[in-house]
C-alpha cells in the first residue's frame, strides 16, 4: 500500500474534522430543539373585538393551550407555565385543549395544578381530540373539581358593571360535534362574542355574525419550522394558513397558539411554546 502524502494526509485531516464537526452539529441540534420544547414564552397581541364596549376596554385574556402533559411534557413544567400565566395577572385565562397525551393517568394530575391558574372574571374550558382519546368524561371531571367552567357547545356570561362579555365554546372538531346557537345563547348581534375552538379549522364553516373572535391551538406552529419554507407537518386540513397567529377565515378572525406542550417527536424548532396574552380592544380604535 502506497504512503500517503502531505495532500492525502490532509484531506483525510479534514475530512476526519468534518465528520467530528457534522455530528457535533447533529447533537447540538437535537439538543437545542429538546431545549426550545421547554423554553415557553409570553406572546402580546392586541385584538379589536366588535360591539366591545367601553368599560370592557382594555380586558385582557390569556389562552393556554396543548399542555399534553404526559412522557415528554412532565407536571414540574406545567406548574411553571401556571406560574407565568399568574404572574401576568389576566382578567380571564382560555383553556384551549389537550391537557394530555398518551394515557388518561395524566388527566387528574395535570387538570389539578391547571385548577390553580388565577383570573377574577372567570376560567374558561374546551376538550381537544387528545382529551377524546384519553377519557372526555375524565377529562370533564377533572375540570369540573378544578373549579373551572368547561364552555364546550355552550357559554358563559363574564360581565364588567352593565357591560357583558360572551364566552363559548363548540366541541372538538375531530371528535365531537359543533354547536355554535349553545355557545352563543341568547347573545345578541350587538353582543361582543369570542368562542373557543380547540381546531382552528372550524372556522372555514362559520358564519354566524354574532361571533366576533375565536381562539385555537392544536397545530401547535407545526413544533418544526424549516426557514423559507414553513412547517412540513401541519394537522389542518388548509395546509400552512392556520399554523399561527391571528388569521382571517371566511368570515371570523381565529387566533391560533403554538400551544406550550409537544407530541411526539418532543421537538420544537423555530417554534418556541407560547402562552399568549390577549388584550382586547374596541374594533373602532384600531
Known sequence: MPELGPANTSRRHFAKRLTKLALGSGVLGCGYTLLEAKWCKVSRVVIPLKNLSATMEGTTLLLITDVHHGPFVPLSYVRDVVAMANALKPDIIALGGDYVSKHRSYIEPCLDVLG?????LGRFAVLGNHDHWESAELSSLGLAEAGITQVDNRGEWVTKGQSRLRIG???DFWEDRQNIEGALGDAQDSDPCVVLSH???????????RVGLVLSGHTHGGQVVVPGYGAPLVPSLYGQKYLHGLVQGPQVPVYVSRGVGTVTPPVRFLCRPEIVHITLTRANLI
Open 116 to 120: 390553580g391558574l388565577k383570573a377574577p
Open 169 to 171: 365554546g363548540v366541541g
Open 199 to 209: 381546531n382552528p379549522d372550524f372556522v372555514e364553516g362559520l358564519f354566524d355574525a
